[in-house]
């Protein structure tokens, strides 16, 4: 910390409000009033040296008083720049420190104190001081800085602020790592929070987070915009990471009590407190800033980082600039995230959805948007049943076209998909969270990028149990987004027991399992047996068919069995076996069942081609489910 000393006289200025004279051998002939304090002094050789001070006593000659009196109202500095003046003037030490120096500086032009008045005179031996010692210190430099908030204004005429901020810079970009723990001003430690992660590699991070918001923003567009080679985006990264830790609240944890807080004072518009409105807009202020200084490049700041300044955005109620912004950056880097960092509360006041959808929504949109390549097959037909086609039929095509994008995008997709379906588990419990926007996120992912539907199931049924009030076509429409030959045997084995699933779901599950248990062990393979659920017995049982018996021969493919699985359609060719009325009847039913789920809005001109469509697909099942069935039931003899 840098010091001087001007002057070597004792101290013989008072600065009570009581009368004291300077000296006892002149007469006070002025009385300066700064801000509430009153100075008695001697004209000699105070306006020697302020030529402001020589214009107000010539302006003010009043006979009548024994003291000339002289108001400064408008003084900078307040009451302490003033003393440091006129002790200076009366030639008594003063010391001046990068503390003061601002507003000792600001207060002397005030004054006029200037070479033209008298050689020597204050400005020049403090404008020599601050070039030479103030903007030479790293700390120096920091803690003038931060002293240009109490006089804006003047620092910013002066050029005192910019200079400040112009050496800070040129010291980080002439050592962006080197480290110094001397000249550091900050010994704090960031402690792990929302924002910290890990503590900045450059040395200059943490004393630069002790900065107001806009000289932060000022000092940080000068070290992105220094010259030469420019500084590390990481290291820009790290920096905004240490201030967002130091400055923005712990908001992502606390939005209940936020949304609280904003509801009691929009309500209360006679309350005279408006103090917490007055820090949110404090904090949004800082968020925005913070946004805007983030480095376009990919991996400068952390998925999650980015992610936590998203869900702070939301509390916040940033600006849509800012939001769209973040969006862009999470989707960026999208395959680095975790299913918490999607988690962004939402304080709409339209619905009750605790987590923001639509903005994942959104972030999603914005990552399969990214390096597409032109389609190499010819468009979707906009007939109904092609466009809700099952996802099963549409795999290999869809494998084959997605198999020519980049290995990078391939991956990411895959790591997304993952992530989305645990997003889904996630949101899939809040009774608010409306179905359509449960499958619209499920549909943003491609086929290719589920390699298995395990997820995508629990996250089904935990909708279902948590909507319990969903009507039969509901249920059937947010089934047809799965894939039941994606699913794993434990999972075949607890949707085939689900009763909140669709009837058609569950016969889709068993004859694909079927299909895999035949394909794997031979004509003879065989499944244990299964506990159906009340409602598959029933059904079943109404059409002869006993799911305890064990005496039902296990069915044989033969090498013509074909197998088309989806949503909507599958059939199987190849069970030898005669047409029966009870699987008429059955088949008739999973038709009629078939038949339900076209709704007017994806039926248009072509209603009735899609009708005959589904209808041959219906009809091509097997002719004797009973047969079909039966390998999922035990073999083995009862006694007897």
Same mark, same amino acid.
């Given at each position: 910390m840098k010091f001087m000393k001007l002057g070597s006289r004792p101290d013989t200025f008072y600065t009570s409000e009581a009368v004291r004279s300077v000296s006892s051998e002149v007469s006070i002939d002025l009385i300066v009033q700064v801000k509430g304090s009153k100075y008695n002094l001697h004209k000699f050789p105070l306006l020697s040296k302020c030529l402001r001070l020589q214009k107000l006593c010539s302006e003010s000659v009043d006979s009548s008083s024994q003291h000339q009196i002289v108001q400064l109202a408008d003084f900078p500095g307040g009451v302490e720049a003033f003393e440091l003046c006129a002790k200076f003037c009366y030639g008594t030490t003063i010391t001046l420190s990068p503390y003061n120096i601002v507003a000792t500086r600001c207060a002397s032009e005030y004054l006029q104190m200037t070479e033209e008045v008298e050689k020597g005179n204050?400005?020049?031996?403090?404008?020599?001081?601050?070039? +030479?010692?103030?903007?030479?210190?790293?700390?120096?430099?920091?803690?003038?800085?931060?002293?240009?908030?109490?006089?804006? $204004?003047?620092?910013?005429?002066?050029?005192?602020?910019?200079?400040?901020?112009?050496?800070?810079? +040129?010291?980080?970009?002439?050592?962006? @790592?080197?480290?110094?723990?001397?000249?550091? $001003? +900050?010994?704090?430690?960031?402690?792990?929070?929302?924002?910290?992660?890990?503590?900045?590699?450059?040395?200059?991070?943490?004393?630069?987070?002790? $900065?107001?918001?806009?000289? @932060?923003w000022r000092t940080m567009i000068a070290i992105k915009s220094g010259g030469g080679e420019k500084i590390p985006s990481n290291l820009i990264g790290d920096a905004l990471k240490v201030y967002a830790s130091r400055w923005l609240p712990n908001v992502t944890k606390s939005f209940h009590y936020v949304k609280k807080q904003t509801m009691v004072s929009d309500s209360d518009s006679g309350s005279s407190s408006d103090s917490p409105s007055e820090l949110t807009s404090k904090h949004r202020l800082l968020l925005e800033s913070i946004v805007s200084l983030i480095p376009a490049e990919k991996g400068a700041v952390s998925c999650s980082f980015v992610s936590k300044l998203l869900k702070a955005s939301n509390i916040l109620n940033a600006s849509s600039s800012s939001k769209i912004e973040l969006a862009k950056r999470v989707a960026l880097q999208l395959e680095e995230a975790t299913s918490n960092d999607l988690l962004i509360p939402s304080l709409s006041y339209t619905n009750d959805t605790l987590y923001d959808v639509d903005l994942v929504i959104t972030i999603l949109e914005q990552f399969m948007s990214q390096g597409e390549s032109p389609s190499t097959s010819p468009p979707r037909s906009r007939l109904s049943f092609e466009r809700r086609r099952s996802r099963s039929a549409e795999n290999i095509n869809c494998e084959f076209q997605e198999s020519r994008r980049s290995s990078a995008s391939h991956s990411s997709k895959l790591k997304v998909a993952k992530l989305v379906d645990r997003y889904l588990q996630e949101v899939s419990k809040d009774v608010n969270v409306p179905l359509s926007k449960f499958i619209s996120l499920a549909e943003m992912i491609p086929d290719f990028a589920r390699t298995d539907h395990d997820d995508l199931y629990r996250a089904i049924d935990i909708y279902l149990k948590a909507h319990p009030e969903l009507n039969k076509s509901e249920r059937k429409r947010i089934c047809r987004i799965l894939d039941c030959k994606k699913l794993s045997m434990e999972a075949c084995m607890h949707a085939a027991q689900n009763e909140l699933l669709p009837l058609r779901v569950v016969v889709q599950v068993l004859f694909f399992e079927q299909a895999r248990a035949a394909a794997a062990g031979g004509c003879s393979a065989k499944v244990t047996s299964v506990d159906f659920p009340g409602n598959i017995k029933a059904l079943l049982a109404a059409h002869g068919i006993d799911p305890s018996n064990s005496k039902h021969a296990a069915p044989t493919l033969s090498s013509t069995t074909s197998i088309h699985g989806g949503e909507n359609n599958w059939c199987v060719s190849g069970f030898k076996s005669p047409k029966s009325k009870s699987s008429t009847t059955l088949r008739m039913k999973l038709a009629e069942d078939y038949e339900d789920d076209l709704d007017e809005n994806d039926l248009g001109n072509d209603d009735e081609i899609g009708r005959t469509s589904r209808f041959k697909a219906i009809c091509a099942l097997p002719t004797q489910p009973k047969r079909m069935l039966s390998k999922f039931w035990s073999t083995n003899k009862t006694a007897t």
């Open positions: 204050l400005i020049h031996k403090l404008d020599i001081f601050f070039n +030479s010692c103030i903007l030479r210190g790293w700390k120096d430099s920091i803690v003038a800085l931060q002293t240009t908030k109490a006089l804006p $204004l003047w620092s910013e005429d002066l050029g005192i602020t910019r200079r400040c901020i112009e050496a800070i810079a +040129s010291k980080v970009l002439s050592h962006p @790592y080197k480290v110094n723990i001397s000249n550091s $001003l +900050s010994k704090r430690i960031v402690k792990e929070d929302d924002f910290s992660c890990a503590s900045s590699k450059g040395w200059w991070a943490e004393d630069l987070a002790e $900065l107001s918001i806009d000289l @932060y």
